[in-house]
């Protein structure tokens, strides 16, 4: 979605470890941003996954559980 790519061009490091990702942890992480329609909701979730990628927090479940 072209909120979370926003937000992984906006963050170097979060895209950085994306970028390092398997495709399906890719794959999970996109759709748990496409799960939300509102746009701000997008663009938070967004920022809440660059937050925790850069925690070393890469599994699209664990994002999700952890605070």
Same mark, same amino acid.
């Given at each position: 979605? %072209? %909120?979370?790519? %926003? /937000?992984?061009?906006?963050?170097?490091?979060a &895209? @950085? /470890?994306?970028?390092?990702?398997?495709?399906? $942890? &890719?794959?999970?992480? +996109?759709?748990? /941003? $496409?799960? +939300? &329609?509102? !746009?701000?909701?997008? #663009?938070?979730?967004? *920022? @809440? #996954?660059? %937050? @925790? *990628? @850069?925690?070393? #927090? !890469?599994?699209?479940q664990? +994002?999700? &559980?952890?605070?």
């Amino acid at each position: 979605p %072209e %909120e979370f790519s %926003e /937000v992984m061009d906006t963050d170097p490091a979060a &895209k @950085k /470890v994306f970028d390092r990702l398997t495709d399906g $942890n &890719k794959r999970g992480l +996109v759709a748990l /941003v $496409n799960m +939300v &329609k509102s !746009t701000d909701k997008r #663009i938070e979730r967004s *920022l @809440k #996954i660059a %937050e @925790k *990628l @850069k925690r070393g #927090i !890469t599994s699209p479940q664990m +994002v999700m &559980k952890q605070p």
